[in-house]
Nanobody, 121 residues
């Protein structure tokens, strides 16, 4: 499976929106679930959202109603649309492949390099 490559991070105002992209391969999308996780320095990595091979989506309670995970199979890309970003949500956001979506986001097979999201007051 191909290592996912994230992009789209940057600076956004408190309450603003940002869309992250995770480029991968057709094989990866056909056979694996794709998750987004985030990590603040000094804290544990936190699962944010996951999309299964057949397109089912799952979200952490903290982002439900604000974040949307989706995939475009024609572009072999998974997106994370983030709306109403909060001041406590700046972090490094990572795309990862898993055999299936899990509530604990454990069992990651491949990590991307991450993309940084900064939220200004």
């Amino acid at each position: 499976q191909a290592q996912p490559v994230e992009s789209g991070g940057g600076l956004v105002q408190n309450g603003g929106s940002l869309r992250l992209s995770c480029a991968t391969s057709k094989t990866t999308l056909d056979y694996y679930a794709i998750s987004w996780l985030r990590q603040v320095p000094g804290k544990e990595r936190e699962g944010v959202a996951c999309i299964s091979r057949d397109g089912k989506t799952y979200y952490a309670d903290s982002v439900k109603g604000r974040f949307t995970i989706s995939k475009d199979v024609s572009k072999n890309t998974v997106y994370l649309e983030m709306n109403n970003l909060k001041s406590d949500e700046p972090a490094d956001y990572y795309c990862a492949t898993q055999a299936e979506c899990r509530g604990d986001y454990a069992g990651v097979l491949t990590w991307g390099q991450g993309t940084q999201v900064t939220v200004s007051p």
